[in-house]
């Protein structure tokens, strides 16, 4: 009876909870009370405002709310106003918006204030680094969304449609207003005809929520797809080419918002293949693209093996061009000069190029943070490099003010972050990896929001109406604030600071394991490999100490920062010690401001980064059975793996290094729990062989 009944509760515990997938998002809509929405204009976009608003109202019950098109001086592009019974917008997109931000209002309990709502910026675009066969490059949630390999790879089907349009749904909830829908890496065929009608089908599901949609370009597309004789951007064939593709491509899409380029940058061709600059690439694409106000983001991620310090060779190659690229072209630049590391200082290209626009580019897919395992919230990572001061017109010039129109006058502000988004169930792999999806949204809509604010409204919404699996309520009113949200935001808000910790902390980067990007590889450094691509390089741990010496007498990077970050980031005493190992190379025996020395102190922050993670599943543990159990095991298992891995890092890099330190590592602190020689062995290059 006992064993029957105990089957029984657990089938119905599944199957309540069936739908706790994670497909959802932060869109959980649960209880609509009923309303009446008066709007004088119809079209697709007001038809999915009025929608929405019938399907999530959370406000009175029988209320009327109006939707209003009017011009008003305190409202800029998509802006919004909101009341209690109005949406003012100056345009049809910007209702959405804010019926999106009065829905969210409504499930959060936020105040409904009359302030005008204006992005940050103008073009707020997730890069999809998706190929035409459907895999994702640094993808960690399945294959993509729009592409797939097989016979029937091209027919677009309801299923398809479906997943657009959530897709879609979900960006404009947030903000989002742009899509680049492939791979950096660009596969010439994505310009053809038989590519181009999926791209028209795609385009003509975004739109409505008013998504544009961009595509990324192969540089030598003339002469691979047009069989021209060369590439060169200054060659008139090649001109005539890229013209005639481009009004072939707004015969697809009209509203095409033009080309994301990755060219002469990790053996991608480009205009250097020619002799030429990167302007002369980025503007005669610039030129087609300019009669249908089309724009090009140019991408600044170069470097080459040659050069002694990779970090600094974006900016030599940039800087000479400032001023000489056409105004529909912006530079999109990685947030740090090397590359999407968990901690690394903003690139100096930021506020440095002052007759040029430039854009910041995040990463909110986990390549070297994780990829789908780690529990890492990378708003506060933005937010530290978003408010970064670059001195670069006096105190206050921060890469967000930069970059946003404050400071300089560019005709075209844009943000973008590398999509995280699969096919996967819950779209993102990890649970939490959706709110960095949301953290991008918000941030590229509002770049000072707080990552607090963020969190805070991605955990209420994320968890609306969702069941505790202890007492069985559902969750409306984000009550239970102590024992679920306080802690869990807690945790999010630490999460990244700990990876930092326990995988790179005190300024170390790019120290992980061969092409993987997840396991740590201090010593990854097989035969013939480019130096520039292996660990050694950039932790240049020896016995006389740790770090790469960037400071005049070294590489000198520091000089591309503006004073007095130059000076302050030179000296070993004035350098923020989270930057110590990037800008120097340090005696092993040198004193930290916590009285330790360097060895001990990289002793202790990997160890407390795992023991912060440790502390996450206690966290999770206490706080998560208040949420629905799918849901909360599929998250404790992840940290669980974690914190495996978090071991790992902790053991192998000071094992590691300690060949070179030779000191003891503190006794107090808990010792290592795998051998090097074992680790080394087992890492077969994906990190996940430990
Ligand atoms: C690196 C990735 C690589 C990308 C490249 C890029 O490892 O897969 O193609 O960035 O941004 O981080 O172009």
């Not at 936020?110 to 998706?130: C, V």
């Not at 960006?171 to 829908?181: Q, R, Y």
């Not at 890229?242 to 095409?256: G, H, L, R």
């Not at 939490?432 to 990552?451: I, M, T």
Request: with cysteine.
């Amino acid at each position: 009876m006992k064993v029957v009944f105990n089957v029984l509760f657990f089938f119905i515990v599944i199957t309540c909870q069936a739908q706790e997938n994670g497909h959802q998002l932060w869109l959980r809509y649960k209880n609509a009370k009923p309303v009446t929405v008066i709007c004088s204009k119809n079209s697709p976009t007001l038809s999915i405002a009025k929608q929405e608003l019938q399907n999530g109202w959370q406000g009175e019950p029988n209320a009327s709310i109006t939707l209003t098109i009017k011009k008003d001086k305190a409202l800029k592009d998509d802006g919004f106003r909101l009341s209690q019974n109005e949406v003012i917008a100056a345009t049809e997109k910007g209702v959405l918006y804010g019926v999106y931000e009065l829905l969210r209002r409504q499930r959060t309990g936020e105040a409904i204030t009359g302030e005008a709502e204006n992005p940050s910026y103008q073009i707020r675009i997730l890069n999809h680094w998706d190929n035409p066969n459907g895999s994702v490059e640094r993808g960690y949630a399945g294959h993509s969304i729009f592409w797939r390999s097989g016979p029937d790879s091209l027919t677009v089907t309801q299923n398809d449609k479906k997943i657009w349009t959530e897709y879609a749904r979900a960006n404009a909830s947030i903000g989002i207003n742009a899509s680049v829908l492939n791979n950096v890496n660009a596969s010439p065929k994505i310009i053809t005809p038989e590519y181009l009608n999926r791209v028209k089908a795609i385009a003509d599901v975004l739109r409505p929520y008013g998504i544009k949609t961009y595509l990324s370009i192969n540089f030598s597309s003339p002469a691979i797809l047009g069989k021209l004789k060369t590439s060169d951007p200054l060659d008139k064939a090649v001109i005539k080419w890229w013209q005639d593709k481009v009004k072939e491509i707004y015969s697809y899409v009209p509203d095409f918002g033009g080309f994301l380029v990755k060219a002469s940058s990790e053996g991608q061709p480009g205009p250097q293949d020619f002799g030429r600059t990167h302007a002369d690439g980025a503007n005669m694409l610039a030129d087609a693209l300019k009669p249908y106000n089309g724009i090009v983001m140019w991408r600044a991620f170069v470097y080459s093996p040659n050069d002694k310090d990779r970090a600094k060779q974006a900016y030599n190659e940039f800087m000479p061009l400032d001023g000489k690229f056409k105004d529909n072209v912006i530079i999109q630049v990685k947030n740090g000069p090397v590359d999407f590391q968990p901690r690394e200082p903003f690139s100096p290209l930021f506020g440095a190029m002052k007759q040029t626009s430039v854009m910041p580019e995040l990463q909110v897919t986990m390549e070297y943070l994780g990829h789908d395992k780690y529990l890492v919230f990378l708003s506060t990572m933005w937010e530290e490099v978003l408010q970064s001061d670059t001195y670069q017109q006096g105190e206050g010039s921060t890469v967000a003010r930069c970059t946003d129109g404050s400071i300089y006058s560019q005709k075209y502000t844009a943000m973008a972050g590398v999509s995280n988004v699969g096919l996967d169930t819950n779209w993102c792999g990890h649970l939490f990896n959706q709110a960095n999806w949301y953290a991008f949204g918000r941030l590229a809509w509002n770049v000072n929001l707080k990552s607090e604010q963020i969190a805070d409204e991605w955990l209420k919404l994320t968890f609306y109406g969702a069941q505790s699996s202890k007492s069985g309520e559902a969750n409306y009113n984000a009550g239970w604030n102590d024992n679920f949200l306080k802690p869990v935001k807690q945790m999010m808000l630490d999460s990244r600071e700990a990876a930092v910790n326990f995988m790179t902390p005190l300024g170390l980067h790019h120290i992980m394991s061969a092409n993987g990007h997840y396991g740590p590889g201090p010593w990854w450094a097989p035969k013939g490999m480019r130096a520039d691509w292996t660990p050694p390089y950039y932790h240049q741990a020896a016995e006389n100490g740790i770090g790469f010496d960037r400071t005049k007498t070294g590489s000198d990077a520091v000089e591309q920062y503006h004073e007095p970050l130059a000076s302050q980031f030179n000296d070993a005493a004035t350098c923020p010690e989270k930057y110590l190992l990037w800008f120097h190379h340090v005696p092993w025996d040198y004193k930290l401001k916590s009285g330790r020395t360097l060895w001990d102190e990289l002793c202790y922050k990997y160890d407390e980064g795992v023991n912060q993670v440790r502390s996450f599943q206690k966290v999770w543990d206490k706080a998560g059975v208040y949420v629905d159990s799918t849901r909360f095991l599929e998250v404790q298992r992840k940290l669980r793996i974690q914190c495996v891995n978090a071991g790992l890092w902790k053991d192998a890099c000071l094992l590691y290094f300690q060949q070179f330190s030779k000191m003891p590592i503190p006794y107090e602190l808990e010792r290592p729990v795998n051998n090097l020689d074992v680790m080394m062995y087992n890492d077969r290059g994906d990190g996940r062989s430990h």
